[in-house]
């Protein structure tokens, strides 16, 4: 059995984490740090967790993990992984950061998106920002990955295959990603924003502009196109705890047809047992939606196309803790251990919900 | 008192239609029609209603109503509109349409968007489209007026001032309008679409490309800017039951101004109670959000400037059955009447709700 | 016009006095005080209020609010209250308490319920605790009231008069009062209990014994029906925001007959606009929903009889910032002051919401 | 592998079960009947599944099942249950009902509680009620099972190890059980009750009395105490999807203690692992909640004592799609057939969620 330690174990994704791993057949949780909960129960926290482990948080002691882990996942909040992680990294200690703090390759985003001057560049290079179906054999052989904020992976997913795909004639200049997101990607620390009374029932455009996952997105549509593309991303916040709907508006140069996005998409994702296509006819559930997913690790993406304005919509949908957070950290623990990819990660959406 | 009569009074239209007349100080509900209630009490279907009115429906009877009616509020199905309202047109009633078969003044857009040729194209030129805030002084002067689509008033109140001050230099070709809208916008009748175990929690992409609203929006922003506009539009169901935000993405062909949208905004709706402009700089509440506009006949505007991909996200949202249907009919038949805009739907929003 | 203050005014019952307060054709809203927001616009707090007033908060100064109110309404919290009312009850005043600290007219009842012994009991026999409902003239006469806790007043009035009729042979000893209430009642301060991720879609038993309205509605089953009562009180927390659901479980001593029932009910609540009787053979709305009152003032009831277990369940539901709080203050007011007891309360319930 | 089928298939606790057994280690699901979607693939009409099988719906056939199936799964509608599971048992098929027509052990009680006189009473001794955690030996015995209602097995895994213990001293006439369900419980089929914007936000007390789980409490209670027992039960729609709270109003003959109230319930369910006691001092998950138990098989059980009025509270909460129903009928399955009781099931709740 692999030895485990989740950082910053108390949080939501720490939370996912954990409730994943606990019931993942090839790993032993060894570790649960939390500063603030340190020798409570880890069911006192997450409820769901009663009766299921006697686990307790430990404070976050470097020393202690590198001995007692095999690999670790780091939840902390950006800017606090990047002063915790390098040393564990320097230890020689398997690590998936969940922060932003290792997602970026290029240094000089730092400053700009995240405040900070990047005190560790050399990490950056050996990071493997992982979305297994995209790059799979680069998470493979890797012992740092970093994984992708919740928004970022599910607009990534809809985008990447048709970035990639030039003869569609994308217009790089005019992507519109908006996002609407369930709570819990904003973490479990009370405000008046996040008051029951308060966030019951809104659409409430939360980020319109200069989203942060904005860079991850263009890093990565950069990278599978060979050119550069500009996001423009919202994000709002709607009234659910778990999911995201992506709608990407995406303008293209000429008449689009369904067979070659099907393509594009196809020609990414076949073998990709987490991503599904989604394009019925009619009913409720003939495009992606977040609901269909929640519980699970699937990505589900469709699509329409507007001939009149020249416009296609890609939609993706994401529970923004599994695939959007702690279910690709483990899919992406899969791959580095040499384990079948789908490995404690495979379960069904709940439906309905 | 003026005599007022409801038609197709049964659904969520005609409910919210009912309860803002029934509560008016200048009119007497004469007559609510629908035919599958004929003979039933009101509040039995709108059981909100209940204890304030004795009401009973009737069937449509168009000699009846002429007789007995000043104004009439017709609240069919598109395609129904059309074969009831030309003969009460005729009669000489005064006319408020809230289908969409009066909206467009181009009959040759009928066939495309709504499957029909118009049968009375000369109603076309006849019927005012109604945005008091937009043509306040075509509505004083009409006897027949057709009242906007829920998406349609909400994206051009936000649009409308932008693409009308030409010095912003919007692209007219990419302008996105991603609407979130609540169930009652989809009306009263059950399916398994809109079965709450299947529309509980879902971020639905029900119309992504092709939504008939783009036509109306199309028309008046091409009206106000006297160029032609292409508008790609996709709407969104959210968990909720009232309220829409539209998300407008716009872009300039150079850097803008906060100071110069303020500027656009005002120079139309200073004046306009009915819209408000808001943008503070922080807090739960500092951008629209249809939460604090249900019950209320407000339309809330606020916008975000995003420098470094030359984008304008404008934000709007209304309670879709009040100003984005029975509220904005009724202000359309105070100033058609001469009273004040305001009277009797002038009621403040209920926060929290 | 009456010159009016309202203290506390920052919270959401204080919200909820100043919207209806605002939109009251026969009072001015002269004082709104909030220590923590003084010298806030009041619509930054209350967003609904945006466009409607430009009133500010302004700290709590007794001798000020002396000399600019005519009335005043007090939603301070428990234990604050009974700091502040007494000295502008002995400058005469007229109040009206929202707080629990002047609703016991049992003074040996505080120490028990709230943990402290009332520093002023001669004000407990000088404030009517006002159910207008129940007791109209004494409130028409008074100066002083106190209006009832929002689980209280939505019990009572599905209670009362059934413990009056005494020839329904209610077994005082075995009332059961479940309720389920939304989150504003707990109002507006953040904490992990309210964190929407945590709150959203719960059924939560917050208070399963021991509810202190327990007191308020022994106090008035006593007082209508001349004998001790037990009340045994549950509280749960469900997912919505307004709306109170009162199902009081009842065992007679023998059968009872509807027809009973109903004249129980309107022997007391004939000519009362604000109760209305709901109890249809079949459909959605056939018995009381928190869902059909909300917006407005309304407290429905209905019942139902199960003879194989000599039980009587009656259901209340009412808006519990309205009808449960800021309403019936106000209803209160009207009467104290002489106006219609509807007047700037009679709006009907938004449906659907 | 057991080879299993699911007959009603396409239902909400069809899809569940499909769920669970496409999971389940040790089995293969060879049929999935659905009438009405005969021919069409399972994951069209539980969107959830999608990607994860490509079984088909097929006709309900009793030969055809005789020879492909072990054991079968019934989640047929009560009254078609009957008419279509008794030739399979003659066909010695294992079999779990889910339905109410083999759970009630006195014919006598059909025709009040159903509508009909029972055809095949002889069947009635052979099924075994389950409930595992209460006759736990009696099903690993059994080849024919009836599984519980969900607001049954929900109200009688708090009440009866109180019953069954004596020295408590509860009044057997006055236990009212207070149920809060959400929609899943209700099935699939669209109606206006559960069309989206007149469900969503009630809490609608659809049956108040004469509900018929009664029965079935009763039955267990009359069987764990050896007396007569009455319970009197309300049921209420509240807005959410998935999930079950039971609040059990219980009077004693004189004080109770806490720590007995535990060992009555440790008494009878230590060592069953999907019954959780939860009874902590403070915090939002200190008592049974559903939001805790969704996506699980827990029931989780706590309460509370009032001793002023002498009643005890004891609170159950399940994912009624799951121990309400698929859960606990595979938790049978595997006792039934051998394998570990946990088998398939052992998933955490979703949390937040």
Redesign the interface.
């Given at each position: 059995m692999v030895r485990v330690g989740v950082l910053a174990a108390s949080g939501?994704i720490g939370?996912e984490l954990l409730?994943l791993l606990?019931?993942h057949p090839e790993v032993d949780v060894v570790a649960a740090t939390a500063r603030k909960y340190a020798g409570e129960y880890v069911f006192?926290v997450?409820?769901?967790?009663?009766?299921?482990t006697e686990l307790q948080f430990t404070p976050l002691d470097a020393s202690k993990l590198t001995g007692s882990c095999d690999i670790v996942f780091a939840a902390l909040p950006h800017g606090e992984s990047v002063m915790v992680v390098p040393q564990l990294a320097d230890a020689g200690l398997k690590i998936i950061d969940l922060s932003a703090d290792f997602r970026l390759s290029d240094r000089g985003q730092y400053p700009s998106w995240y405040g900070y001057d990047h005190p560790r560049p050399d990490l950056l290079e050996k990071f493997v920002f992982s979305i297994p179906e995209i790059n799979r054999d680069q998470v493979k052989g890797a012992t740092l990955v970093s994984s992708p904020g919740c928004m970022a992976i599910t607009a990534i997913l809809a985008l990447a295959p048709l970035l990639k795909e030039k003869s569609l004639g994308i217009d790089r200049?005019?992507i519109?990603v908006?996002a609407?997101v369930g709570?819990?990607g904003?973490g479990?620390?009370?405000?008046?924003?996040?008051?029951?009374?308060?966030?019951?029932?809104?659409?409430?455009?939360?980020k319109?502009?200069?989203h942060r996952h904005s860079a991850e997105i263009e890093q990565v549509l950069a990278s599978v196109s060979g050119e550069k593309v500009?996001?423009?991303m919202?994000a709002?916040a709607?009234?659910?705890?778990?999911?995201i709907?992506v709608?990407s508006?995406i303008?293209t140069s000429g008449p689009v047809n369904p067979i070659d996005i099907w393509k594009a998409y196809r020609s990414m994702y076949t073998g990709s047992?987490f991503v599904?296509l989604?394009r019925?006819k009619h009913?409720?559930?003939r495009?992606?939606?977040?609901?269909?997913?929640?519980?699970?690790n699937?990505c589900?993406i469709g699509f329409?196309?507007?001939e009149?304005?020249g416009?296609l919509?890609a939609?993706s949908?994401t529970d923004n803790l599994i695939k959007g957070a702690a279910g690709n950290a483990i899919q992406s623990m899969n791959l580095m251990l040499g384990f079948d990819e789908k490995t404690g990660i495979?379960?069904?959406?709940?439906?309905?919900?």
């Open positions: 939501y939370g409730r606990l019931q006192r997450h409820p769901n967790l009663r009766g299921m200049d005019h519109v908006d609407k709570s819990s904003a479990g620390k009370p405000s008046l924003s996040t008051h029951f009374s308060e966030r019951f029932g809104v659409v409430r455009p939360y319109p502009a200069g500009r996001v423009s919202s709002h709607v009234n659910m705890v778990r999911g709907l709608t508006h303008f047992y599904r989604v019925d009913g409720p559930f495009l992606p939606d977040p609901k269909l997913v929640v519980g699970s699937f589900d329409e196309i507007e009149r304005t416009r919509v939609l949908a495979a379960m069904a959406p709940l439906h309905p919900v």
